[in-house]
């Protein structure tokens, strides 16, 4: 078993390979996001996969740059989803033997190596149990498993050697800025080291390894963010905090590109400088990436997005989203603040009445919910429906006062559950869905638990350390 990348491993059995998430080179969401540390070509060269498996179609674990160094007769793995967006991509790129995993339903590779793909989120994640030569590795990633449905991965690998998984914000919660409260915190950061350790808890393999959260910010626009990214040492320290508490059996690695383990030499761990002396490498990277960036800044602010493109893409979410959503912007219409250099066009788009108009954006209510969204990314976000990748991206910045920020929160999901072909409703409604869902009860029951904790005033977040913790909402 190696590290790969950000979110990329390797798993090495008699001399095949199975890949998972392979993002080696370059950068994805815009130019925000970069391996960190970056991966060695020599690395790369190495990698010969018998098989490439995908969590899920967010672009660190899903990106079409990577995946065209293998052959296009590579076997790639994919979780069967109620839809197929995933699928299609995949072929678009040229992949021919793409595979849909049922949900808990154990694939045998090869000799001594198998695969249980295990789906979770309406957002279309997933889980991977790799079993290899008497080695079971719980790749988790971004997957949040708890409840009911992490029982059922406990149940059928109660021996879990590795559980890796992510410990950073992989979300647009720290672009939300409140202009009525601008000091409100958005985000508790810390509160994805404390889910990790909840879980691994839960889960007590024997090695618990932070991954899928090995990334920096390199974009002028996103550079901040670099001081929200809880690295894997502070998760280690985090850990053993935590352990003293909570004292279970497990032992935490923290492992970056390279690092490697296997069943006769144990583990090959080289301390990273680039963790030691974060701010340095940081400084260091961008300056090497400067060229690429400022090339990328001067292609960015010729882009243009027509009033026919914006409307064309909205107005065909509005109509798909019901009544009862659309009913809670009457009145609340949502400006889009597009951003070229030093050129900028508004969009306010009227999800109740369904209009999108032009508009000038600095003579809109200061007040007015709105999205600054820089014209490429969101001319890209309406061509590909990638709204929810520009919102990761972190390049975006979601504005709403203390009453509209609920309501902000509403719209950015509205725009992912479009995306994601949750909507309309009746997209629900297909014999596809039905056959996924089925073997995915736990999760639907886990819905509605919380569903029960929020409109009790609990957090998702509060809701799902408890969860972990092996704590019970409070009785009615």
């Not at 027509?306 to 107005?315: D, F, T, V």
Request: overall charge neutral.
């Amino acid at each position: 078993m190696a590290i790969l990348s950000h979110a990329g491993l390797l798993v090495e059995s008699q001399g095949r390979q199975l890949i998972c998430d392979p993002w080696l080179i370059g950068s994805t969401y815009w130019r925000s996001w970069w391996n960190y540390p970056p991966v060695a070509p020599e690395l790369v060269a190495s990698l010969k996969p018998d098989w490439i498996y995908l969590t899920h179609i967010h672009w660190d674990h899903f990106q079409s740059a990577s995946l065209k160094l293998f052959s296009l007769d590579t076997p790639v793995l994919i979780a069967f989803d109620r839809y197929t967006r995933m699928r299609d991509d995949l072929h678009k790129i040229g992949f021919r033997n793409v595979i849909e995993l049922r949900h808990g339903r154990r694939s045998e590779l090869a000799p001594g190596m198998a695969i249980t793909s295990y789906q979770f989120s309406p957002f279309s994640d997933s889980a991977a149990v790799i079993e290899a030569d008497g080695t079971t590795i719980l790749n988790a990633n971004d997957a949040k498993f708890m409840g009911l449905p992490l029982a059922q991965i406990m149940d059928d690998h109660p021996r879990i050697d590795f559980a890796l998984r992510s410990h950073s914000s992989a979300n647009a919660r720290l672009t939300y800025q409140c202009l009525d409260g601008p000091d409100e915190q958005v985000d508790d950061v810390a509160g994805y080291s404390r889910a990790f350790c909840a879980f691994m808890k839960r889960v007590q393999p024997r090695y618990a390894v932070p991954f899928a959260s090995n990334h920096c910010h390199l974009h002028r626009e996103t550079w901040e963010f670099n001081h929200h990214v809880v690295s894997p040492d502070t998760v280690a320290r985090d850990f053993a905090a935590y352990q003293r508490e909570h004292p279970f059996p497990t032992e935490l690695k923290v492992m970056t590109t390279g690092d490697s383990w296997d069943d006769q030499a144990g583990f090959h761990i080289t301390p990273s400088p680039w963790l030691e002396d974060r701010e340095r490498h940081l400084a260091q990277y961008a300056a090497e990436k400067q060229a690429v960036l400022e090339r990328t800044y001067a292609r960015e602010a010729r882009s243009h997005v027509s009033e026919k493109m914006a409307q064309r893409y909205l107005i065909e979410m509005a109509r798909n989203t019901p009544f009862f959503l659309r009913r809670r912007f009457k009145g609340h219409p949502v400006l889009f603040d597009v951003r070229a250099g030093e050129n900028r066009q508004g969009f306010l788009f009227d999800l109740w009445n369904r209009t999108v108009i032009a508009v000038d954006p600095a003579a809109a209510d200061p007040m007015i919910m709105r999205v600054i969204i820089p014209a490429n990314v969101f001319k890209m976000t309406l061509v590909l429906r990638m709204f929810g990748h520009a919102a990761i991206s972190k390049r975006l910045r979601w504005q709403a006062t203390r009453a509209d920020m609920g309501r902000m929160h509403l719209f950015e999901g509205i725009l992912s559950w479009h995306e994601h072909e949750a909507l309309p409703l009746r997209k629900l409604l297909t014999w596809r869905c039905f056959v996924d869902y089925l073997p995915r009860w736990r999760e639907v029951l886990l819905y509605l638990q919380l569903t029960i904790g929020v409109l009790r005033g609990r957090g998702l977040k509060q809701q799902e350390e408890e969860i972990l913790g092996g704590y019970r909402l409070p009785a009615p």
